[in-house]
């Protein structure tokens, strides 16, 4: 499935006549970088009035779609926050319908529902900025010998742990983690993901299932 483009009308903000105009109602994140480099600068679906030249951006709705990150969402424009609950349920009946007829939207993880262009852009922001962290806590894993143990993208954005978690020795267990993660976290403290962790290991909380 590539991305695709929509065409309707659009109502321009100084009150000019409705015009027709095209704009993007899915975007493939995997497959056009491009396209997710201007949703992320806040350049995607801007359109021009043709009577005043007025450039806005045309808020409507919009399905984000990154297999490989395991990450799909479904985002309601910024003025349907007010009866989101509303417009979440027609929504997860569009997801339903897309799961159905689609073979590439079999997939085991739950959407992301979300009202707003902004809300989007602060999921992808933080996924760039698990898998800085993610990065390096693989290199300096590398470093000091520990093997690493990759969790499923959706699993570890859900659950706010790094992609990848350094394991002391050959045994995938808390304590083999929990000592790995501490010798990582000594080297760079600023590793939130990582330190989220192995707070949590160390509360009891169960290992997260690697893949």
Request: glycine share 6%; aromatic share 10%.
């Amino acid at each position: 499935m590539k991305s695709i483009k929509g065409e309707g009308s659009v109502n321009c903000p100084n009150g000019c006549e409705a015009f027709d105009a095209e704009y993007w109602t899915l975007v493939r994140g995997d497959k056009d970088g491009e396209l997710k480099e201007a949703l992320i600068g806040g350049e995607l679906n801007l359109v021009s009035c043709p009577s005043c030249g007025e450039m806005f951006y045309h808020d409507r709705d919009i399905v984000y779609f990154d297999p490989p990150k395991e990450l799909l969402v479904f985002v309601s424009p910024k003025a349907e926050k007010d009866k989101f609950d509303e417009v979440k349920k027609k929504m997860q009946k569009d997801f339903e319908f897309l799961r159905k007829n689609l073979s590439e939207m079999n997939i085991s993880y739950s959407p992301f529902y979300l009202a707003g262009l902004e809300e989007l852009k602060a999921l992808l922001d933080y996924d760039e900025h698990c898998a800085c962290q993610s990065e390096v806590i693989a290199a300096l894993s590398a470093q000091k010998g520990f093997k690493l143990a990759a969790l499923a993208p959706s699993h570890a954005r859900v659950k706010g742990y790094p992609l990848y978690i350094p394991v002391a020795r050959d045994k995938y267990d808390a304590e083999n983690v929990k000592e790995a993660a501490q010798a990582v976290l000594a080297e760079n403290p600023a590793l939130t993901l990582l330190a989220a962790l192995l707070k949590d290991l160390r509360e009891g909380k169960e290992l997260p299932p690697k893949i």
